[in-house]
């Protein structure tokens, strides 16, 4: 542990009174923190893969995402493309310098300039991977990385999404599970769930208030 964050801790326990737990009192804490206890989970968030699939992407588009379904890795290209066509984007985007991005043969389309890295102010358009889909809510997990610049979630007015069908789960509970067997946490987790959107101004919702207007996920089958 650094100094900086056991003063912080050693700060609260002051506080509140305590010392270092010991006995059974460790004893029970580090194993509820190695089981993760399960709290109750909707009966959605229980269902088999393929309902799963088409249940995220219903909650998806009641949130205002949109979603193409392509049944192999080569038609992610064309699918990104035909969505920036139909938005009337341009096909210059920044993607994530993740490595598992590069399988899906993005030169096969001429007309999408690709720069990988960070965005910048002028980036229009953001493309990523996920950690998974969690189905009961439609929402989107990311974690930082150096593959995987928290930026890239935010910056870009349109977010696309490549997720692919086997990192489909159903409940959030799912979704650290599989965060964990990464290995060490990630300095930050999101959790995206449609476009960003506020409804402080006069009730009314906007879309694109602290992040991207659009957000659209390209679910691959396996």
């Known amino acids: 542990m650094s100094d ?21 009192a460790r004893a029970s804490c580090e194993a ?15 269902l088999p893969r393929e309902e799963q699939i088409a249940l995220f992407i219903r909650m998806a588009l009641a949130v205002k995402a949109s979603v193409s379904r392509v049944a192999k890795d080569d038609d992610v290209p064309e699918a990104v493309v035909a969505f920036l066509k139909g938005q009337n984007l341009p096909a210059d985007v920044i993607m994530a310098p993740d490595p598992a991005l590069d399988r899906y043969g993005w030169s096969s389309q001429k007309m999408l300039a690709i720069r990988r890295g960070k965005p910048l102010d002028a980036d229009q358009v953001g493309v990523t991977g996920a ?11 990311m974690a930082s990385s150096p593959e995987h610049p ?4 935010f910056m870009p007015e349109t977010h696309v999404v490549v997720l692919r069908a086997s ?6 509970e799912e ?14 987790v999101n959790l995206i769930t449609g476009p960003s959107r506020t409804g402080d101004i006069e009730q009314k919702i906007e879309l694109g208030a602290h992040g991207p207007r ?9």
């Open 175 to 188: 979704g650290f599970d599989m965060l964990r067997a990464k290995g060490a946490m990630p300095r930050t």
């Open 32 to 46: 509820r923190l190695k089981n993760h206890a399960r709290n109750l989970i909707p009966a959605r968030g229980q």
């Open 4 to 24: 900086g964050r056991a003063a912080i801790l050693g700060n609260i326990q002051r506080a509140l009174g305590r010392g270092e737990l010991q006995g059974e």
């Open 131 to 141: 950690v998974c889909g969690i189905a009961e809510t439609g929402t989107l997990m």
């Open 214 to 222: 659009r957000l659209h996920i390209v679910i691959v089958d396996d």
């Open 150 to 153: 928290t930026t890239l979630n």
């Open 167 to 172: 990192q489909m789960v159903g409940a959030y």
